[in-house]
């Protein structure tokens, strides 16, 4: 699962707001006066020339404040929208528009001091937590008039660690605005500390499904963002441990965002995507946790446990349709499944079905995705429940299996012909379970020796590919050392574990293969010599 973010000033992308078009009426202006009392004169065109002027600086202020670098610019800019609201309401624009411009820019102004003052801070200066609140209840005084003083708004709250009150804000704002791009992405941003994200992500979905397409632009983008909510909701309900219902947001998130994509929306196709796979493996977590739960309860062979986990490998499925490369999917999501099935019995040892479920799951998913670890790891449970088998006197169960190991291994080697691991392992199948085609197995074991060994010559390896290969290549030093014994090459096989020793002089089964190794060949000696002896008799 994703980590939350820290508390911080959303990084939001430049959206530029619509200029209020000449004689609208704005939200939160006046309503006309009554007919007995004079009609004011119209703004004039210079009016609404100054207050774009003015809102266009209060954008430009926003950005800048969003950028380090670009600190110093701030207070210039909201000078200059100071001077230009000044000037539209001279001309005659609206006086609560100018006061909500104005209002915004100094509060802007003043937050840009206290962000200055926190930086100043982390040098050792104490800041007035006092100054943020100033500025939230001084925006408290313009807002539902203009965006962005809802969106500073929200933000000084968030920044206070006053949630609830920055959602409410953030609501109201979305509610008058809903097609605004800063405010969408301020409730995406900051969708991990939100005191209830369903409740926001109910709000957006109610109102795309009252308007319907004929307000695509809105649709969209409330869309988007409401399935990134829902996403938040079922990370708060698999927290708490209400994995079903974890689970039924997830998929909800993902219906939403997958909803977006016939509609114009903000975020670009590849977003969507990636969006919806790592939420079909949170999905998948909560199935599966669903299940552990069920098992752990209910016991191993609980019906409906086996159909959460069969939604968890469902949801895991189409995650890596959807994007093949999901780091989360390949490395995390895959493998907890598979330990799923394997420890569904809880802190018992694992039955012989459980090894197997777990086998045959790996190898849907090699089947499927074709991907070098899970040919491996359904190579390694065929090698394990083989043995299994052959243990209880199923020889053909046995071969059957070993057979599908080998094939899996080599499987596994065809996509990553380099992975000393999987070489190795490939011949360990051909010399220990199969007994067949030595001499191959002969070439893999000595490959295996020169691909792990190359690697870790290298001396800017990671340590842990370092200890991965090191482990590999003199696995496969082991085995070819003793398969030179088998075959009586005795000196061969005695350098080999020789040499063995001397990287790793602690193992205990290199020690006990050279013990081994010496004793055939004293033995072979004295066959030898009784041969001779008795050559020589006759």
Known sequence: MVLPITRSLAVVSLVVLASVPCGAQLAGEPAAQPPEVAAVDAPSDEAWTQLDLAITSLDEAIIQQLQWELWDQVEPTVNTGVDAVSRARQAGAPISVCAAVRETLVALLLRQDDKLAKANAAEGETVDESALASVAERLAFAEGVLPQTTFLRVECLFELARDDEAQASLSHGLVL?????RLHEQARTWANVLPDPEALALQLTQRVDRTGLSDPDTGGIALETAGVLFREAGRILYEADQAPEAAQRFERSVQLLQRSRSLPRSLPELDIRTKCAMTLVDESYAHLKDAKNRWHTNGPDDPAASESAAAAEDAVVRALEMDPENAEANQRAVLYIGDGFMTRGGDGTPRPQDFEEMRDFYGRMARRFDVADWWNNYAFWCR????????????????????????????????????????????????????????????????AWKLGKDVCDNPFVDPAVYDENFSAYTDAMLNLARLYNVQGEYDRAKDVVDELLALAPNRIDAQMTRREIEGARAAAGSGQAAGEGQGEGG
């Open 177 to 181: 605005w809903p097609a605004n791009g």
């Open 384 to 447: 394990e429940t083989g043995t299994t088998a052959e243990n209880r006197g199923d020889k053909d169960g046995a071969a059957e299996l070993y057979e599908k190991s080998y094939a899996a291994y080599q499987e596994a080697i065809r996509l990553e012909p380099d992975n000393a691991r999987f070489v190795n392992d490939t011949g360990l199948m051909l010399f220990y379970h199969l007994g067949r085609d030595l001499d191959h197995a002969k070439e893999l074991f000595q490959q």
